[in-house]
Structure formats: C-alpha cells, structure tokens
C-alpha cells in the first residue's frame, strides 16, 4: 500500500524563491529519504534523514522529520531553474528488510 | 561510469509478446530492484532480490519474472504482454536489503504495448 503522500501535486515558484514540499506517511519508520526525478530521467537519492534525527541539510537542502506527525518536509532554498523535477519521498518499515514505498510526488517547477 | 544502466531505454511492442528488459550495476551492489511508474507517475515496487532471497510483490502478475545471472544483473521478463503493462520501468540497486541508505536508479525504460 502506499505510504507516503506528497503536498503539493505540483508547485510552481520563481528563481531564487524557496520552495517547500511535505510529505506525511502512515507507519513507523526507520529513515525518510527524498529523491528527485527530473523528466524522462531515473530517480537520484537527495538526502536521507533518520527516524531519530529532527532535521538534516545537505547544501541548498533543508529537511525536517516529525515522527509525532508522520511527516517531514523537503525545502529548496534559492531555487534555480534546474531544480525544475518531480520530488517523492519514500519510507521504509522499522522492521529491517522492507522495500522502500514512495509517494506520488511533487512537481515543482522554477521560472526563470 | 553509468552506475545502473538499462537496455533499452524504449521498447514498442504489440500485445501477446514476451520481451524482456536488461538491467546492469557496477556498483557491487547486493540488492537489486524493479520498480513500475504508471502514468501518473506512481512508483511501485515490483521485485527486491539479492543473492539470497527475492521478493515479489504479491501484485505483481506473474507474466513478469526476474531473473539474475549474477550479482550485477537483474533482467525483467515479461511474458503475454498487455496494455496495461505499458509503462516506465526502473531498474535500482543498494549497497543494503530494503534500500535503508539510498537506491540507485537506472534511467528508466519506456515501455509501450499497443
């Protein structure tokens, strides 16, 4: 089934504008990942944040985890034109050896 | 240097075919995965496999198969194509069972059924 949801479905932003996508899942985790899927492209692993961790940045990254709420949230701060991709998250089980289960995603487009 | 490569990255069939889809990694990855993106672009995981155990989702029909000659392959099988099986597959891998610490995508394969 699936597990994590993206908010928004698709968002569009301006050059330099920060740019914030959420994700909320179902079950307990052990880690949160995001990946970034630019079009007609295989998917690239962004960052990974741990069940115990609160927030983690990577760069122009930002990304928070409430396991209280079942969520975290992926921010791109300065965005650039080439930050235009689909964004998922994607969840793993907390019982070891369970495949990841992703989202929908968030389509985000930067206009330059 | 392409870390997870697939062949080929178009495939335009008719319906009843069997096709298959080959997936490579020179990562000395031990786990290696199939996933389907539909239209909407919804990622579903197919198969999990490593050199130990494979795992299907139950899902899954089972005109796909997967089949691995070694450890840096895993190639898609599929038999008595439908529409319905058009779609975006990829092909991943991780260093860990489950993927706990990042997948590694190959660049998809456009599959079309008509």
């Known amino acids: 089934s699936q597990q994590g949801e993206e908010d928004p479905q698709a968002l569009s932003i301006q050059e330099g504008e920060n740019a914030t996508m959420n994700c909320s899942y179902k079950?307990?985790?052990?880690?949160l990942q995001w990946y970034r899927q630019n079009s007609g492209r295989g998917l690239v692993h962004l960052i990974l944040?741990?069940?115990?961790?609160r927030e983690k940045h990577s760069g122009r990254l930002r990304v928070t985890l409430d396991t209280s709420k079942k969520s975290s949230s992926l921010l791109i701060t300065a965005s650039r034109a080439a930050d235009t991709a689909s964004y998922f998250c994607?969840?793993?089980?907390?019982?070891?050896?369970?495949?990841?289960?992703f989202g929908k995603g968030t389509r985000l487009s930067v206009i330059a | 240097d392409t870390a997870v490569s697939q062949t080929p990255k178009y495939l335009v069939t008719q319906m009843g075919n069997d096709k298959s889809i080959k997936c490579e990694q020179n990562?000395?990855?031990?786990?290696m995965y199939w996933y389907k993106q539909d239209s909407k672009k919804f990622l579903k995981i197919m198969f999990s496999?490593?050199?130990?155990?494979?795992?299907i989702n139950e899902t899954v029909p089972n005109r796909f198969s997967p089949k691995s000659p070694d450890k840096a392959h895993l190639n898609l099988h599929i038999n008595s194509l439908e529409l319905g099986d058009s779609a975006v597959y990829f092909c991943?891998?991780?260093?860990?069972?489950?993927?706990?610490?990042?997948?590694?995508f190959g660049p998809g394969t456009r599959l079309t059924v008509t």
């Open positions: 991943a891998s991780s260093q860990d069972y489950g993927g706990g610490r990042g997948q590694y």
């Open positions: 079950t307990s985790i052990n880690n």
């Open positions: 944040i741990r069940s115990n961790e």
């Open positions: 994607a969840t793993d089980g907390d019982s070891g050896n369970t495949p990841l289960v």
């Open positions: 990562l000395g990855h031990d786990t």
């Open positions: 496999y490593n050199n130990k155990e494979l795992i």
